[in-house]
């Protein structure tokens, strides 16, 4: 068998043209594409599946995780509130009652800022805020290549249904939660070293009610790591990043996710599988290797280029700001990353990584291609008084 073909050259139609291209429609990617299209900037959306949300919505990870320190004070405005509550707008939540009206710190520091929703509902309301906005949304297509001349991404080559075609672009949004994009563009990025466990998450329905069963969760940092923390379903960690072995992931995601089921039945309990998550549950994979890497340890550190504020979602106090150079690199000017993507050690990741946080840092990428397109240069005063005029906190004096 040969090791390689040729495969020939093709004229690629440029399809369309954008001001901002956001490649991933999880929440940092839904995030982006709002804000930047509130503010006036043609905006397109690329995502592989067909439900926005990505693993909030589609991965059944279907807890919005604390707005809050957990000491009774909000931390994430602005966008990110407004998903949390567009996401229980049509039932399927709540927002928690002392978060609802005026209260004081002291009242809300044991209720902490956050709620379960149903992952379908949320991603048609979040679908519906973007067309709304103006987002054109395509559906079924993935970013398989980047035209880039003198450090600026020129078109972005996709692919779906319709075939292989390109989009020109002044700026591109990296929120495919892989740094996809990023790695395509030649930017420096970084793996995450432990690999990630094995989850099989599902909802079924049980005792006249749907339930959501939580088998495998997302591994703790190395450094925080102990043998009480060690409660894996499977010993084999995965990378997440290799086609076959998303493919075996998921096959081993269906099998526990039946033992499990096959367990109830045994014992005689009601419980029929409603929903299982379309996506593989890996939550670390790749990253930017950006301006500025943050580190856990860094939590109240002033950033004069702050564009919101993260708190630890595993426990109360910490309170971080998001420095802009966490957002990109030098080698490409015109491409940004949210969510999952931006540049932070390991322990950061597990910090930033969740819905409210890929909220603020997508806001962030959206509001600052809406400003400019060279991001080693962009107006930062501007992209930060725009943030500040939609309500977002950047600094921690701003809430204490």
């Not at 969760?217 to 925080?224: G, H, M």
């Not at 700001?321 to 990741?349: Q, Y």
């Not at 840092?361 to 725009?386: C, H, K, M």
Request: glycine share 10%; proline share 4%; with cysteine.
């Amino acid at each position: 068998m040969e090791n390689f073909i040729v495969e020939p050259q093709k004229q690629i139609p440029v399809a369309d043209t954008c001001d901002v291209l956001v490649a991933g429609g999880g929440v940092a990617g839904v995030a982006a594409a709002l804000a930047a299209a509130r503010r006036g900037k043609r905006v397109v959306l690329c995502e592989q599946q067909y439900i926005v949300g990505g693993l909030a919505t589609a991965g059944l990870i279907a807890i919005y995780l604390p707005l809050c320190d957990g000491r009774g004070r909000q931390v994430s405005f602005s966008v990110a509130e407004e998903l949390l509550r567009l996401s229980v707008c049509e039932g399927g939540g709540e927002v928690p009652a002392l978060w609802q009206e005026p209260h004081t710190p002291e009242e809300r520091a044991h209720c902490r800022f956050k709620l379960e929703y149903n992952p379908q509902l949320a991603a048609i309301a979040w679908e519906q805020a973007m067309t709304a906005a103006g987002v054109r949304i395509l559906y079924g297509t993935s970013v398989c290549a980047i035209d880039q001349a003198d450090g600026m991404i020129r078109h972005v080559i996709v692919e779906n249904k319709s075939g292989r075609s390109a989009i020109a672009v002044k700026s591109v949004i990296d929120a495919t939660g892989d740094a996809d994009v990023t790695a395509l563009s030649g930017e420096e990025t970084a793996r995450f070293g432990q690999g990630n466990v094995l989850a099989a998450w599902y909802y079924s329905f049980t005792g006249g009610k749907p339930r959501m069963h939580m088998l495998g969760f997302s591994d703790i940092p190395d450094k925080y790591k102990t043998k009480e923390t060690e409660n894996l379903l499977s010993p084999r960690r995965f990378g997440g990043l290799d086609a076959e072995e998303r493919s075996e992931m998921v096959l081993a995601s269906h099998k526990t996710l039946l033992e499990d089921y096959r367990r109830f039945r045994e014992k005689g309990d009601e419980a029929l599988p409603m929903t299982i998550a379309t996506i593989p549950q890996v939550r670390m994979t790749r990253r930017l290797a950006g301006d500025y890497t943050l580190d856990d340890t860094e939590s109240f550190t002033r950033f004069e280029d702050s564009v919101g504020l993260i708190s630890d979602w595993r426990k109360p106090g910490p309170v971080y700001e998001v420095p802009f150079g966490t957002l990109h690199g030098s080698r490409v000017k015109n491409l940004l990353t949210a969510g999952r993507c931006i540049s932070v050690t390991d322990a950061m990741w597990d910090i930033s990584r969740v819905i409210p946080c890929c909220a603020v840092t997508g806001e962030a990428a959206g509001v600052a291609a809406s400003v400019g397109s060279d991001f080693t240069q962009i107006n930062l005063a501007a992209v930060q008084d725009a943030l500040r005029q939609n309500g977002v906190a950047l600094h921690t004096d701003e809430i204490f």
